[in-house]
């Protein structure tokens, strides 16, 4: 059974950046649709970015110019740079990827705190 594995969490300071991976473990064919969302401690879980095939990376409004999204068809992982971080920025942070078929994994999370 396919999973997914993220990566590169920690505390960093108000400002600071942190770059975040997440990699498939096992094969996961024909991935249409990778992101990442963010769940915030008493917040609803909340897309953070994606990369549909095709189509160009999407943002939410609160990391737009801050955070970006790449992602390496080739080895099926995905990567969120996350700079000028905030103390909202806070939560676990949690990759997925959807197939054509409509399949959805889920990492387990890694932990980003933004604090002084």
Not at 37 to 50: C, H, I, S, W
Not at 54 to 74: H, M, Q, W
Not at 94 to 111: A, E, F, P, S
Request: proline residues 5%; charged residues 15%; aromatic residues 8%.
């Amino acid at each position: 059974q396919a999973q997914l594995v993220e990566s590169g969490g920690g505390l960093v300071q108000p400002g600071g950046s942190l770059r975040l991976s997440c990699a498939a473990s096992g094969s996961i064919p024909s991935i249409d649709n990778m992101g990442w969302y963010r769940q915030a401690p008493g917040k609803q879980r909340e897309l953070v970015a994606r990369i549909i095939s095709g189509g160009s990376p999407e943002y939410a409004d609160a990391v737009k110019g801050r955070f970006t999204i790449s992602r390496d068809n080739a080895k099926n992982m995905v990567y969120l740079q996350m700079n000028t971080l905030e103390p909202e920025d806070t939560g676990v942070y949690l990759c997925y990827t959807i197939t054509r078929w409509g399949k959805v994994y889920w990492g387990q999370g890694t932990q980003v705190t933004v604090s002084p």
